[in-house]
């Protein structure tokens, strides 16, 4: 499963940078002169909290809602993510909009920044002055929240000894591409399918986003495409709304245990491109077993909002195969 450094010319690569303030100061000997330990939820791990948590927490889920937004798109590569070049447009606006709500919360947040931490201290009587002898001025808050991402193409150096560790991150995309699906396709078995008699259509959306994801990086292995042709004989299969039960539940549940075991998946496959049809191959899929479990490796975890359109382009290699 190996794929040729000549993918990067249809690749873009993408590093967040998002700066979240802890609302953490270093906890001294001083603070606790001739004092009790105070409670966990002010000070803890040799760090003491200046703010309240709960108001920094939206940082977090903005930052997890532009990395879900990649992980739809894109494969992950060294410290960020390769997208294909069709889908920069669609990401690059969705992140200026992911972007936008950053600034929106961060001014709001700056806005009652003085009243938060008063509410702070009056949640924590009796480490008033451990607190406040913490506190740091807006401005520094300001310059440590911060949303931003850089775009960019990636090229082999000359000398071919020189990149050969580029080639070999390059080598393992179409691996990690598919233990991303193996991933997500674990997380809707766990939440949808798993021990159920009965699932809604809606169960099928995270089916359908692997599917767009997969259809736009064809190009990085060659077995993605009859995935993708796998996946749309079994979603045109499979009831467009309404309740899923009986065989078509049975179905749905071992199209999503197939897509949880990678290898399998990548068998699957090859025996298209041998010449089985897909359509057949998604009927057999009633008599696979449900595991319980499928080892994957772990990652990083969300949400984005780029809509995907159906029916897909024709699938085109690229001319890398």
Avoid at 31 to 50: H, I
Avoid at 76 to 84: A, D, T
Avoid at 213 to 232: C, I, M, Q, W
Wanted: hydrophobic share 45%; proline share 7%.
């Amino acid at each position: 499963m190996n794929t040729d450094i000549t993918v990067l010319k249809h690749l873009t690569a993408i590093r967040l940078d998002v700066m979240i303030w802890s609302a953490r100061r270093k906890l001294s000997a001083a603070d606790l002169a001739n004092a009790d330990l105070p409670p966990e939820n002010v000070a803890s791990l040799g760090a003491k909290k200046v703010c309240t948590p709960e108001d920094l927490r939206v940082f977090a889920t903005l930052k997890a809602r532009a990395v879900a937004l990649l992980d739809r798109h894109g494969v992950r590569f060294l410290s960020g993510w390769m997208i294909p070049e069709t889908a920069i447009k669609a990401v690059n606006g969705a992140l200026e909009t992911v972007a936008a709500d950053f600034t929106t919360a961060k001014e709001d947040f700056l806005g009652r920044y003085d009243q938060a931490i008063r509410d702070w201290i009056g949640q924590n009587p009796g480490w008033e002055a451990l607190i406040a002898g913490s506190i740091v001025p807006a401005d520094m808050v300001r310059a440590r929240l911060g949303f931003g991402w850089q775009m960019f193409k990636i090229a082999p150096p000359r000398k071919a000894d020189a990149g050969q560790g580029l080639r070999d991150a390059v080598t393992s995309l179409g691996q990690t591409l598919f233990g991303e699906v193996a991933r997500a396709a674990d997380e809707a078995w766990q939440k949808s399918f798993a021990g159920k008699l009965e699932a809604s259509a809606k169960a099928l959306s995270p089916i359908r986003t692997l599917r767009a994801k997969l259809a736009g990086l064809t190009f990085v292995e060659p077995r993605v495409a009859p995935v993708v042709d796998l996946l749309d004989a079994a979603l045109t299969a499979l009831p467009g709304k309404g309740p899923i039960s009986g065989a078509d539940l049975v179905m749905a549940q071992g199209l999503v245990c197939l897509l949880r075991d990678p290898a399998a998946l990548v068998d699957h496959g090859q025996k298209i491109i041998d010449g089985h049809d897909p359509g057949q191959m998604v009927r057999e899929l009633v008599a696979l077993p449900s595991p319980t479990s499928v080892p994957i490796a772990d990652d990083e975890d969300m949400e984005g909002d780029i809509p995907f359109h159906d029916p897909m382009p024709a699938i085109d290699s690229l001319g890398l195969w």
